[in-house]
Nanobody
């Protein structure tokens, strides 16, 4: 199994940028499809981005496409989410997840989760 720990959250003004990082231990990130989800207060957890384990393809939610970039650093065993042009509606707790499915947008397709890091976009 793998343990995941997110970092990099914070408060940023609209239009700003943040880089979230997910450190993995126990197994290498290449073993899994790695994904980022987010959950705003009172809302369901939603898919943000994923990098597949088999071919490294990347997928994004329509709401973040062109603004967010997921990347995997195999040497550091981390997965990052670079977020630019942030909007108030991006405010949420962001979670790193790992799963063995080829790809999925549903939270139940991922087995391992971090504790989350909070992102607030506000002026």
């Amino acid at each position: 199994q793998v343990q995941l720990e997110e970092s990099g959250g914070g408060v940023v003004q609209p239009g700003g940028s943040l880089r979230l990082s997910c450190a993995a231990s126990g197994r290498t990130v290449t073993t899994y499809t790695m994904a980022w989800f987010r959950q705003a207060p009172g809302k369901e957890r939603e898919f943000v981005a994923a990098a597949t384990r088999i071919d490294g393809l990347k997928y994004y939610a329509e709401s973040v496409k062109g603004r967010f970039t997921i990347s995997r650093d195999n040497a550091k065993n981390t997965v990052s989410l670079q977020m630019t042009s942030l909007k108030p509606e991006d405010t949420a707790a962001y979670y790193c997840a790992a799963g063995t499915a080829t790809f999925g947008r549903r939270p139940d397709m991922y087995t391992y989760w971090g504790q989350g890091t909070q992102v607030a976009v506000s002026s």
